[in-house]
């Protein structure tokens, strides 16, 4: 079945903390959703840009590491997940069903290559 990344944009200044408990349980219930369906491969929360390292190969074949994301933006990806879905239309329901943080978008792309089913992990920091 083909998989799709989900990426959630936010603001450089977001603050997780400032969520509130109803988005973070509707967050989780999609979560939980997504797992039970077997849809939801992977799912993870980044850390913010400032603690984020770009590697970028070199002709000369050094590898050059720089402080912060990519790309100049004034968002970033701060969380993903990486879904199995019949199509495109099908992929897109699950950020339709979550808040979004802060009113951000979400980018739904299918993936060219597979990913392995990851392990259930969880992590609340």
């Not at 840009?49 to 994301?69: C, M």
């Not at 933006?73 to 339709?96: S, T």
Request: hydrophobic share 40%; glycine share 8%; proline share 8%.
């Amino acid at each position: 079945m083909p998989q799709y990344l989900l990426a959630i944009h936010l603001p450089d200044n977001f603050d997780p903390s400032t969520q509130s408990e109803a988005t973070v349980q509707a967050i989780n219930a999609l979560n939980e959703e997504a797992e039970a369906s077997g849809a939801r491969l992977l799912a993870a929360g980044l850390g913010a840009p400032s603690e984020a390292k770009s590697v970028r190969l070199q002709p000369n074949g050094e590898v050059l590491v720089t402080d912060g994301p990519y790309l100049e933006a004034k968002e970033h990806v701060g969380g993903f997940w990486i879904l199995e879905a019949a199509d495109m239309d099908e992929a897109r329901r699950g950020p339709a069903k979550a808040p979004s943080p802060a009113g951000r978008p979400a980018r739904c792309a299918r993936s060219h290559s597979a990913v392995c089913r990851a392990a259930h992990l969880t992590h609340r920091g």
